[in-house]
């Protein structure tokens, strides 16, 4: 039995390999992005941050600005640090002068300068450590220093010299430690409830001893406008009384001027002659025994 021939069967050509050297540079290639893909050389740096490079740990005395940075892997490394403002609030206990116990709170704003940030990652390595270290009691003790100097009541009255003074020595007091302070907020100060209690009571004691004092005032001031119109009215009634005793008198002086020309001008013969003008020429009826007739005596004595 015979089989038909097959066709022969076609045979594909073979692509011509790469030379040994380019596939070691492949591998090498492969191999070094494999190993700068684990090792990450590359570091960015966001803005509001600067970077710390170290050698080996030790750290390096230039900050680096924002942006894309490389560092030799294993050798070296990039931390970035915060250069934005922050705030760290303390809450205080203390005592004044007198004894008063007195809390308070303290806040206090700053930032890292890029020029700092080296010594401050080589001192503390993070704000935390900062703050728990340096500045809560950095702000305990420079509080309770100034609040020793005043009494409880001062520390109302005097809030704004206390605060500055606050403000000033703690300052002074973190201005080592790399830090830029923005400002210094010291909230209200508060004592014990019983104290509280007292210093209303007397407060509102002071605002009665005012009222006493200005209701006093107010009488002296009504009494002696009193006294001044009574005077006044007395005064009045004086000068009505001196008005009409001098009109009195010059009447009266007027009336006797008046009654002495009169009588000056009233001779004998004047009144006898009135006395005849005014006669009727009527005779009496009944004279007494010794009695002159009338107006004959007096023309007598007014002849002679």
């Known amino acids: 039995m015979s089989f038909p021939e097959l066709p022969p069967r076609k045979t594909l050509p073979i692509p011509p390999r790469l030379p040994s050297g380019v596939i070691k540079i492949g591998v090498v290639a492969l191999g070094a992005v494999a190993v700068i893909a684990i090792l990450n050389p590359f570091y960015q740096i966001a803005s509001g941050y600067c970077g710390i490079l170290t050698n080996f740990g030790s750290v390096q005395p230039t900050a680096l600005e924002p942006g894309l940075h490389i560092a ?151 009494a002696q406008a009193q006294v001044v119109q009574a005077k006044a009215q007395a005064d009045a009634a004086v000068a009505t009384a001196q008005g009409q005793a001098q009109a009195l008198l010059v009447t009266s002086q007027a009336q006797a001027k008046a009654n002495s020309l009169v009588s000056q001008s009233l001779t004998p013969a004047l009144l006898q002659q009135k006395a005849l003008d005014r006669w009727s020429g009527t005779m009496p009826t009944y004279l007494s025994a010794g009695a002159p007739l009338p107006f004959i005596g007096s023309m007598e004595s007014v002849q002679k």
């Open 72 to 222: 030799i892997p294993v050798y070296q490394k990039i931390i970035s640090v915060s250069t934005q403002p922050q705030t760290i609030t303390s809450h205080e206990q203390a005592a004044t002068h007198d004894l008063q116990d007195v809390r308070t709170s303290v806040s206090v704003t700053f930032h890292i300068a890029s020029a700092d940030a080296p010594g401050f990652f080589r001192d503390f390595r993070t704000l935390d450590v900062l703050a728990r270290r340096i500045i809560e009691p950095t702000v305990s003790n420079d509080v309770k220093a100034i609040t020793a100097n005043y009494n409880a009541e001062e520390l109302i009255t005097k809030r704004d010299l206390v605060d500055g003074q606050i403000k000033d020595l703690i300052i002074r007091s973190l201005q080592p430690y790399h830090l830029t302070i923005h400002s210094v907020n010291t909230a209200n100060f508060a004592f014990s409830t019983a104290y509280a209690q007292a210093i209303e009571a007397k407060q509102v004691a002071q605002q009665q001893a005012l009222q006493a004092q200005y209701t006093l005032q107010q009488t002296q001031i009504s």
